[in-house]
């Protein structure tokens, strides 16, 4: 066995610094917390790079009593949202704008998607992959491409690690998978320490830093959409976008779940999600299910939909239609 | 660049004078009428909707504008094989359609409506929907065709002829991007019982079992 083992990863031993020194720093903070002069240090300086979790000791500090992203006030989200750009600068070298945006006031997302356009060039897994910042040695991504026979429709039957030449291939077609935003998510009443949430906008988001780690939601998912972090998520410098929303695609940490959120910094900013302006077919469409004149009102009211796993009754915001026009009764 | 003019500064969902907010808001120049002198085309509008803004292709077209040269040669009404600097290869409808049948011959830098004159090429999702209504009348409304840069107010859509070529419509197959990753310590997911898969376990049965006990 011992012959076999592949080389350690590089990164594995910085992790594991950080750990240790993360660690050390909860095992001060006890020390520190008993003797009750927790304030005189709070305005401590740059102890060393790998301390205190690659962080300054002020913003160890200021993360370890960070609270729960909607009991912030504002001054506190600021001081987060700086904490954030400046992690990132120390990890990346790269300077991000991390912001929290709000929902839009009257806006509630739905999704559409056209299974009779889809091709599965899979665009859309790489543009979310860039856009979304996600690890690229941790293997998360947010879309899967399914590739199934024609006819069949049992996702037990799918697959997606198809690789042709071409695509699309005669017989097969494609279904893609992300997170459908449910209406009832059975993952946030799974969460135990409500660390994730529906948003006024209809989508269900997370706070990181609020996140324990526990992979409950990720069993309460019926359509895997939930991802965990097993190892730091490794982006190179020169590829991570520095435009980023705190519950949306900030860097995350080791160890918290993370998931599709419409691409929230874009979204509620008025433009399209990175999958929706990557897709060359243009089979995706996100629209707002509160404005009857929407693309997506007239696709509901107009074609044949169908839902995945509608039975479960978490009622999904995220439609498949077809090209066919829906059958008027 | 349409999109830079689009990212302004202004809070997008406030209604602005760029009409694109959530109360929708129509701007004068949306609706491009048929070039003066021509009459106006049959269909306008569905709905009481503006169509689409779409954005401009003619300056894309490599040999527009086509007056360029058909100023000084007369354009030969006759259907016959055309000279390889200009023979598109026309493979759509099955060899019912001629250059003249969406080309305006009087005009070469328009498009014709076979009922009632003359468009733009900007314009040529007019020209398609005469044959393929059901089409146009998804695209109007959003269920085909890819929107551009936002998702709400008054739509920006890309023309059919952005991704179809008019000549030959259908879209060609390509590569598809990387296979995801499998998560470390896994095997890649089994197919269950897909076509291969079955054909392979049928190939198992059909083989004779061979019994070594009775060499």
Known sequence: ??????????????????????????????????????????????????????????????????????????????????????????????????????????????????ISKCRGYRDCVTACVKENNLGRDSQVQYIRVLELNEGDRNLEHSD????????????????????????????????????????????????????????????????????????????????????????????????????????????????????????????????????????????????????????????????????????RS | MPLAALAGDDPFWLPSDKGRGLAPQVAADRFVTAPSGAPEPEFSRYDNRLPPRVPPREDQLIFYPCSQCHEFWKTNPEPRELAPVHNVGLQHGQGRLWCLVCHDQENSDKLQILRSG????????????????ARQKDWYYGAHGKRVYDWQGEPERYNCTHCHNPHRPPLIQRKPQPVPPVRAGLEPMQVYFSQQRLAVLEKKQAQPVENPAHE
Not at chain 1, 102 to 109: H, L, S
Not at chain 1, 233 to 258: S, W
């Open chain 1, 1 to 114: 066995m011992s012959k076999n083992r592949k080389p350690v990863p590089s990164y594995r031993e910085d992790t594991e610094n950080t750990d240790l020194a993360r660690r050390n720093f909860f095992k001060k903070m006890g020390l520190v917390a008993a003797t009750g002069t927790v304030a005189t240090i709070g305005a401590g300086k740059v102890i060393s790079k790998q301390a205190w979790g690659g962080a300054t000791f002020e913003d160890a500090l200021g993360d370890f009593f960070q609270d729960h992203y909607v009991r912030m006030t504002d001054d506190e989200m600021v001081d987060a949202l700086a904490r954030i750009e400046r992690k990132a600068r120390r990890k990346f070298g790269v300077e991000i704008i991390c912001e929290d945006t709000r929902p839009i006031p009257g806006t509630y997302f739905g999704y559409a998607l056209n």
């Open chain 2, 118 to 133: 003359q468009v733009d090429f900007n314009e040529s999702w007019r020209v398609c929907g005469q044959c393929h209504s």
């Open chain 1, 160 to 327: 997606h690690y198809y690789n042709p030449e071409t695509v699309p291939t005669e017989g097969k077609w494609y279904l893609p998978v992300q997170c459908f935003q449910c209406d009832n998510p059975p993952c946030v009443t799974a969460c135990p320490v409500e660390a994730t949430w529906m948003d006024d906008d209809g989508i269900v988001v997370i706070d990181y830093n609020w996140c324990i780690g526990c992979r409950m939601c990720m069993a309460a998912c019926p359509y895997w959409a939930r991802h965990f972090n097993w190892t730091e998520p490794q982006i190179p410098a020169q590829e991570l976008n520095p435009n980023t929303d705190y519950i949306g695609n900030r860097p995350r940490m080791k160890g918290v779940v993370e998931k599709c959120h419409f691409c929230s910094q874009r979204t509620r900013k008025g433009r399209q999600p990175a999958c929706m302006e990557a897709c060359p077919t243009g089979a995706r469409v996100l629209g707002n299910l509160l404005d009857p004149s929407s693309d997506i009102r007239y696709i509901l009211e107009n074609k044949k939909i169908f839902r995945l796993k509608e039975e479960l009754g978490t009622e999904p915001k995220f439609w498949y239609y077809t090209d066919e026009a829906r059958a």
